[in-house]
């Protein structure tokens, strides 16, 4: 069956591996097959971040971010103190919509429009039962 591919359809380290005589993975195989970069930036990417996760500083998670906003007051962490998710700024200005996107924990790879926040929320926070709020 004639094929609409081209001949060098397959990148070279897939085609080398299948001339050794190596099994290919099928999903290695279609990572390799398609923009391997794009298919690895999906992957770190949760919905809701404004552009790829992983594309900003390393060392630095959404929660460190200006754009990355958590819920307000007694939400703001579960009941065991852990941050809850929150919603990305630059996503709902991007999208170019008033509600807010979908909420992402906030530990995601940061993106390209990382901007650090002087004061980052804390990762886990006990309540105050004296003031009923978190310390
Ligand atoms: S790094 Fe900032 S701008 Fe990028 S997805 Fe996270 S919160 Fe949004």
Known sequence: MPSNY???WMTKDASAEKRAGKKVDAKLSL???TEP???GA???TEKGQA???GEGPSAKRCRHCVHWTPPEGIHMYSVKGVLAKGW???YVKLSNTKAP???FRHGALTCKHFIENPKPPREFA???ASTGGWV
């Open 6 to 8: 081209p001949a060098d």
């Open 31 to 33: 990572e390799k097959l």
């Open 37 to 39: 970069t794009l298919v």
């Open 42 to 44: 999906r992957g770190r």
């Open 51 to 53: 552009h790829w996760g």
């Open 88 to 90: 990305c700024q630059e």
């Open 101 to 103: 996107g979908p909420k």
């Open 126 to 128: 006990k309540l105050d």
